[in-house]
């Protein structure tokens, strides 16, 4: 069972440029995550997921966005990079319903945006 | 809204040395408190949760942690330390109302000194 897995794993973007971070989960979970995680700042939120087909903004939304086209996958774009949001991101998921369910955590992808 | 402040941004112990790691949480409902930790280069695992029920809840390695709704805290203790406990803990909050959103704090170094 892989759980959640994030593409790339590293990643350097010139300022300006675009990519797209792919999160893939196999657990059939109906809510999907994206974090950003910095020095001294936790995990903030930046947008979120709660079914196939819906996405809803977080804490750090701007600069980024998202889509939930299959249940398993969320995508986090951003459309032109700049050096704030050199960052390591980490996508979740969780079951539907609970707010007390567990979350599980992708490994993580270390974006430089230089 | 929710929040979680974590005081401390780092704590460094002795190994065999008991541990308290401080967790504040602000809410006007409710709430399902949660600890994660994650170990160096890898993403964030549910340590321990509460939902309902015993104020004390343990982990399988050794953590525990208390709810104390009159100070709003959910501190995490452990007795004797190991070096395995090495890690970065982060306390959340999320409502059990609302499955969608779940917060961290800014989260709390943990290392431990041989």
Redesign the interface.
């Known amino acids: 069972n892989a759980g959640?897995t994030q593409t790339p794993k590293f990643r350097v973007l010139k300022t300006g440029q675009s990519m797209t971070l792919l999160c893939a989960q196999d657990m059939n979970h109906e809510?999907m995550?994206w974090?950003r995680q910095d020095p001294?700042?936790?995990?903030?939120?930046i947008h979120?997921s709660?079914g196939e087909g819906t996405t809803?903004k977080?804490e750090v939304p701007d600069g980024y966005n998202v889509s939930r086209l299959k249940k398993q996958n969320f995508l986090l774009g951003l459309e032109s990079a700049a050096p704030s949001q050199t960052s390591v991101y980490?996508c979740?998921s969780?079951d539907?319903?609970?707010?007390?369910?567990?979350?599980f955590?992708?490994?993580?992808t270390r974006l430089t945006v230089v | 809204a929710q929040s979680v402040t974590q005081l401390d941004s780092q704590v460094p112990v002795f190994e065999e040395a008991p541990v308290e790691l401080r967790c504040n949480y602000s809410s006007s409902v409710s709430v399902y408190l949660f600890w994660y930790v994650q170990y160096p280069n890898q993403g964030l695992q549910l340590l321990l949760k509460y939902l309902s029920g015993s104020t004390l809840v343990e982990s399988i390695n050794g953590f525990e942690a208390e709810f104390n709704k009159s100070q709003t805290s959910f501190h995490l203790r452990k007795p004797s330390v190991h070096i395995s406990d090495t890690a970065e803990y982060f306390c959340a909050v999320s409502d059990p109302s609302s499955a969608s959103k779940i917060i961290f704090g800014s989260g709390t170094r943990l290392s431990i000194r041989p």
Request: proline share 0%; hydrophobic share 40%; glycine share 28%.
């Open positions: 959640v809510y995550y974090y001294g700042m936790g995990l903030r939120l979120y709660v809803a977080g980490f979740a969780s539907i319903g609970q707010g007390g369910t567990e979350a955590f992708g490994q993580g």
